[in-house]
């Protein structure tokens, strides 16, 4: 059980958020002045000045040790493991006093068989998800031995759904049994009925719905081409259709599609087009041919047909092991009445893995 001696107590400004694996009562001089905490309640704490004479142990940064979803990661880049905190910094442990009780504590002594775990969990863009959100509902929580912690519930989030440009951080302070294993207390994150955990331990990533996007981080190249299409007996010298393939990208998630099935990723084909005809209608397919002959059209994401703006992105779901593929655009369209088909452009694009940073 938890004890507590005697200082001025402050009105609670902390926001709600710390881990209780189990109960901690707070005691005073005598037993009369002692109460009990609720049970899996907690709270956040703003700084660390608070916690003197604390030792930090500090985690690694890498692939094993982050925790990434689109437009975000997280990791955690120390701990301390200590047996009592202040009054001030831990005083959301408790849940109610007395009504007659003076609440003159100096400080929290962990309940027996427990340690207060201090964590410091930083946030910043992804280097291995997209840099943009998704705009699903998202949550975060605490788990500790598999029990969520209440007050942590959303603790860890996207800054206003927008994602991470800069760099956050937050400092957790957990009730943990002694000796804790390191995939028994781990911040959860779900987007898309995709779930991940990060031990708030020793950082490690304990577990990942989407475990294959660390493990393939693919980028993509494609040949130059361009077209430019006219037809002198309806519009003399004007250009009725032109443009170029601008880029290409993979994504494993996607607005407002979601994560890509398990062993797929996302192939976006990004496109530009011109006309000095403003009736004319562009008709063509676009198809993307594998090595095996197979065929695959874009998906539908809304909006205009694919490839039929100035500006576009087509996207396709492609195995995560495609390599490489051809893209082809049937340039056939519609004007004053009159079909026009002006062949089909194709080029060679390839997805190949990220060299490792």
Request: hydrophobic share 35%; glycine share 10%.
């Amino acid at each position: 059980m938890a004890h507590v001696a005697m200082h001025p107590r402050r009105s609670t400004r902390i926001a709600a958020a710390i881990a209780l694996a189990s109960g901690l009562w707070l005691s005073g001089c005598s037993a009369d002045s002692a109460t009990e905490a609720a049970p899996l309640s907690g709270t956040t704490i703003s700084a660390t000045g608070a916690l003197p004479r604390t030792t930090y142990d500090a985690h690694p940064h890498d692939r094993e040790h982050v925790l990434e979803v689109p437009g975000a990661a997280f990791w955690v880049n120390q701990t301390a493991l200590t047996d009592s905190v202040p009054w001030d910094v831990g005083a959301d442990l408790v849940e109610s006093l007395p009504e007659d009780a003076e609440p003159t504590f100096d400080s929290i002594h962990s309940s027996a068989g427990e340690e207060f775990l201090i964590v410091q969990v930083l946030g910043a863009a992804p280097t291995t998800m997209p840099q943009e959100p998704l705009y699903f509902p998202h949550e975060s929580r605490v788990l500790v031995d598999g029990e969520e912690v209440p007050g942590l519930h959303g603790a860890i989030a996207l800054e206003s759904s927008g994602g991470l440009s800069g760099t956050s951080e937050t400092w957790l302070l957990v009730s943990v049994p002694e000796g804790s294993a390191p995939d028994s207390v781990v911040l959860e994150f779900t987007q898309d009925d995709r779930t991940q955990r990060l031990s708030l331990i020793d950082g490690t990533r304990v577990e990942s719905d989407v475990e294959e996007y660390y493990d393939t981080v693919l980028t993509t190249s494609h040949e130059e081409v361009w077209w430019e299409y006219r037809d002198e007996t309806l519009r003399g010298d004007l250009i009725i259709t032109a443009g170029l393939v601008t880029g290409a990208q993979v994504t494993p998630a996607l607005a407002p599609a979601g994560w890509a099935e398990p062993g797929y990723t996302y192939l976006g084909v990004e496109l530009g087009h011109t006309s000095q005809v403003r009736e004319f209608t562009h008709t063509g397919q676009i198809t993307l041919t594998f090595q095996d002959g197979s065929q695959l059209e874009p998906i539908d994401l809304g909006g205009q047909p694919a490839g039929t703006a100035q500006e576009s992105t087509v996207w396709f779901s492609v195995p995560l092991d495609t390599g490489s593929a051809t893209v082809s655009i049937e340039q056939t369209g519609s004007l004053d009445g009159t079909k026009l088909d002006f062949g089909v452009t194709e080029f060679g694009i390839t997805l190949e893995p990220r060299p490792a940073s």
